[in-house]
């Protein structure tokens, strides 16, 4: 019996060793040697966060540049045509104010112009002296905002002509004066005039006048008054002057050059 003992306990001793570690002996000699080759330490593998074939196919797309700001456009490279009002001088010369000068202003929305102007002008028709001055405002329509307008001038002026003659022995001297207003409708255009420097303009149009006064004068004595020829002359005077300040007649721009400040 004791014999039969002995032979259990001998066989159960491997078995009990086997329970208590079950790695293989082969395996537990392989970890041991690794842990003493490294010093005990536990290493840790370091891998890529992208792997190599995501950047061979060009998976990450590459950082693009912050696109440049806009070029922000000068104010001064900016259209003048609406925002600016100009301001300007004129010299101008047609009929039947043969020259003018003055002052011109153009609206920043260039719908609207506007001009003062003033002149005067000698000459001599038949033996008569004549003299016409003139002083206006005219304002003017821009429909489309361009250089075509429509408009009206309106002004007064006055016309002194005079002759001097001998009569009966007398040297002597009629003279006529005549005062009037005066309506111009006019169309018109103006180059130049939307960004300011140097411009021109053309004009035509019809004056219409009202208000007219006429003066009649002379230095001759009463004898010399009552001589048909003297009456002529008068009657010359009176007629030149009467022509120009009293009679409707067509208004021309032939040019007119300025300056827009």
Known sequence: MKQIF???????LPLSALAVDPTPNKDRKEKVESVQ???????????????????????????????????ETPAFKESRSSGEHFFGLHAAVGLPHPINYGLIYVHSSRLFSADFGTGSYKFTVDGVNAKIDNTEVALRWHPWAGSFFLGAAVGNQKVNADKSE?????????????????????????????????????????????????SVGSDAPGFVQADPDYQKTEKDVKDDAEKYGKMGLPSLTLLKIGWLF
């Open 6 to 12: 002995l032979i259990l306990t001998a066989a159960l």
């Open 37 to 71: 080759k490294s010093g005990g330490a536990l290493k840790v593998e370091k891998k890529p966060a992208v792997p190599p074939e995501a950047l061979k196919n060009d998976a990450v797309p590459a950082p693009q540049a912050a696109p440049a700001p806009a070029e």
């Open 166 to 214: 001998t009569h009966l022995g007398q040297y002597v001297t009629a003279t006529a004066e005549v005062k009037s207003d005066y309506l111009t409708p006019q169309v018109g255009w103006i180059w130049g005039a939307d960004d300011g420097g140097f411009f021109m303009s053309f004009s035509i149009g019809y004056q219409s006048p009202s208000n007219v006064k006429t």
